[in-house]
């Protein structure tokens, strides 16, 4: 322990920047030895000044923080400031009554101007002021910063399991990373921390005031007694004397703990924007200038009126008449110039032929925004959007093993301000709009309590949600609620949308880049494998076919491997995408069955498969009737399976799995319907319900 401590005390140590470690230890012994030791009055001045000076340092941090947790070392700070001036003030009160009788100036200059400039010499004066400042910093400032630092604490905890559900949404949907969903987590429980921390140094500042009144009463009490029994001064001279000096230095120590007050004040009162304190204040206030000319017609009545000081109301008339008119007048310059200038020159109509040119080629995704979303995807307005689809690509290439096409975003002026529509190859596979200003609370399902808004769908999942406001946003989250701001929703929305047609995302060019990207890395693998083994079409089937049952096709290495090992003998394209399933088999099992617990799916009754195969033998067709009942009993065990908190995935022959997959896709697009090879040999299969069974 002492190698340690004297390590830590080297001088190398101290000179890589470590002494910044001596700081808390070196104020608190400084704090102790003002407490103990007597103060030259010079000493007190340079003290006195300090805290002056520190007050308006942490008011000034303050008002220029932009969130709570920019200055999360506040409550500690507030401490020290608040010891700091208990310790001065003790300081100072023995200096008073040592050498109070010898003059004004006995305590230092600073108490000596508080005491005769601030008050005037008058020591009930002095007193009014000290007491009325005691009373704004106790029962206005300290109580009421206190009781939302109390609140904010409260809602800060009750709301953690909504913003962590958030974190982890964002995170499953690709929206983040890991390590910024970390710091997200990292953050929601260090705000928790700093509110709880605030509702507690909010005691200190009340224990302040109170403090500076008893310490105001004792000093008079004892300055007296010390003043006409030590030093035989008359009652009124010792307590011209004491009083003032008394009066000095409880201002001087009121007025930093008024300033630190209001700090606390500024902290746990200002919402988290990327403005701070005073930017919003003067943009919110002096915004508008009907708002300004309103006033001056108020304040110009008042002035009107026979006994009022009609100049200095006619004065402030003017000043805000002024005020109104050049935000007026600057509202109209702004507007003109961000109205795009219209081209007036006249151009004469040219008959120009037609060409190929003039053919457009179809994007492959595409979406289209109404003008109120522009600035979602606008890169000059730093829209959000945009950064989000580019991190859901990466996410998309790293988890299914491809990179899918880029999105070209446009306007059109045809739909609705805030809605959107997603195309593939010029189709339409999804739509939805936003409101603007809102926030989308999600009902997850197993919330039951309503919160003010307006009723929704969620366009991904068709979840019931909510339209509210912002300030509604901590109440729905500790209702449940999972709330997302309206970039989340769509980027949500369109991730969703590119999983379930990954298929139509994989096209040839796809493909071919796909290969050259693997020859980079295992270049003898594709070596001659197109054409050589099979076609390119041949392979971009396989792989379209994977990705529409919700396959990965990341292990490259075991999908070409196999179809090099089964082409020779069969290269029709369904009978290799079997084969490659089943060698896939692991990866597929884990995808819908992680862990080790037993796989439990939906089965076939025996009967039914035999008929099924029977049909499938004979290439005949399954009766409507047959066919109509496996649905219906279908959907009857998928929400069994929903209930019990097992994935919809059906278990059948090897031989059936594609045709059921292709006849149950349209009906039923979350299903996954897996071949008995290809679970892995080492899981337990447990079948909870039987398509086609009596029961």
Request: hydrophobic share 50%.
């Amino acid at each position: 322990m002492k190698s340690k401590l004297t390590n830590l005390l080297s001088i190398n140590t101290l000179k890589n920047g470590h002494y910044r470690i001596l700081t808390g230890p070196m104020l608190i012994l400084l704090i102790l030895s003002m407490m103990v030791l007597p103060l030259p009055a010079f000493i007190l001045d340079l003290f006195f000044t300090f805290n002056i000076a520190l007050s308006i340092i942490i008011l000034i941090v303050a008002l220029f923080t932009k969130r709570v947790l920019d200055f999360a070392a506040f409550p500690t700070v507030l401490l020290f400031a608040t010891l700091l001036r208990l310790s001065l003030n003790v300081a100072s009160t023995r200096v008073v009554l040592l050498k109070g009788h010898t003059g004004s100036d006995a305590a230092g200059r600073v108490i000596e101007a508080f005491g005769h400039f601030l008050v005037g010499g008058n020591f009930a004066i002095g007193i009014v002021v000290f007491i009325i400042l005691v009373i704004i910093n106790f029962m206005v400032i300290t109580k009421g910063a206190g009781r939302i630092a109390e609140v904010g604490a409260r809602f800060a905890l009750d709301g953690m399991p909504g913003k962590q559900m958030a974190i982890d949404a964002d995170l499953n949907a690709g929206l983040i990373g890991e390590d910024e969903a970390k710091a997200r987590r990292a953050e929601v429980t260090q705000e928790a921390d700093f509110y709880g921390s605030m509702d507690g140094a909010s005691k200190f500042v009340r224990g302040d005031a109170i403090a500076g009144l008893l310490i105001m009463a004792i000093t008079i009490v004892g300055g007296l007694l010390v003043g006409v029994i030590q030093h035989g001064m008359t009652l009124s001279d010792a307590s011209t004397t004491y009083v003032l000096l008394t009066i000095g230095d409880g201002l001087v120590a009121q007025i930093p703990s008024l300033i630190i007050s209001t700090a606390a004040g500024v902290i746990v009162t200002r919402v988290t924007s990327q403005e701070n304190i005073s930017d919003q204040m003067l943009k919110q206030l002096f915004n508008n200038p009907q708002v300004l000319i309103l006033t001056a017609v108020v304040i110009g009545l008042l002035g009107l009126i026979p006994g009022m000081p009609n100049l200095v109301f006619l004065m402030f008339t003017a000043i805000l008449s002024l005020i109104s008119w050049w935000l007026s007048k600057q509202k109209k310059l702004e507007k003109s110039v961000s109205t795009p200038q219209q081209n007036v020159a006249a151009t004469k109509p040219t008959n120009v032929e037609a060409s190929w040119s003039d053919v457009n080629i179809e994007d492959i995704l595409a979406m289209e925004v109404g003008y109120g979303l522009i600035p979602m995807v606008d890169q000059n307005q730093n829209g959000e959007l945009l950064g989000r689809i580019r991190s859901l690509r990466k996410k998309f290439a790293q988890t299914l093993g491809f990179l899918p096409p880029q999105v070209h975003i446009r306007d059109n002026l045809s739909l609705l301000p805030y809605q959107y529509k997603i195309f593939i190859k010029g189709g339409e596979i999804g739509q939805g709009e936003i409101m603007n200003n809102k926030w989308l609370a999600i009902n997850p399902g197993k919330v039951t309590e309503k919160i003010d808004g307006i009723a929704t769908t969620e366009p991904a999942f068709g979840l019931p949600a909510v339209w509210i406001d912002a300030n509604n946003k901590e109440a729905a989250q500790i209702l449940g609620y999972t709330v997302v701001d309206t970039t989340t929703m769509i980027a949500t929305h369109f991730n969703h949308l590119l999983h379930q047609f990954a298929s139509d995302l994989l096209g040839r060019l796809e493909t071919q880049e796909l290969l050259e990207r693997i020859k980079q890395d295992i270049p003898k693998l594709v070596e001659d494998f197109i054409p050589g083994v099979v076609p390119l079409t041949t392979f971009h089937k396989i792989l379209q076919n994977l990705l529409a049952e919700k396959v990965s096709i990341r292990d490259m290495r075991t999908i070409i491997e196999t179809i090099c090992e089964q082409a020779p003998n069969q290269n029709d394209a369904y009978h290799l995408l079997s084969i490659v399933r089943i060698a896939l088999g692991r990866v597929i099992t884990q995808q819908w069955f992680p862990g080790t617990e037993p796989v439990k799916v939906i089965g076939l009754s025996i009967s039914l498969e035999r008929i099924l195969l029977q049909a499938l033998q004979n290439t005949s067709n399954v009766e409507p009737g047959l066919a109509e009942h496996i649905l219906q009993q279908l959907q009857q065990a998928l929400n069994q399976q929903d209930a019990i908190g097992a994935p919809p995935v059906l278990l059948v022959n090897h031989t059936l799995r594609a045709m059921l997959a292709q006849f149950l896709r349209p009906n039923f697009p979350q299903l996954a319907v897996l071949s008995n090879l290809e679970i892995s040999d080492n899981r337990e299969i447990k079948v909870t319900c039987q398509i086609g069974s009596e029961s």
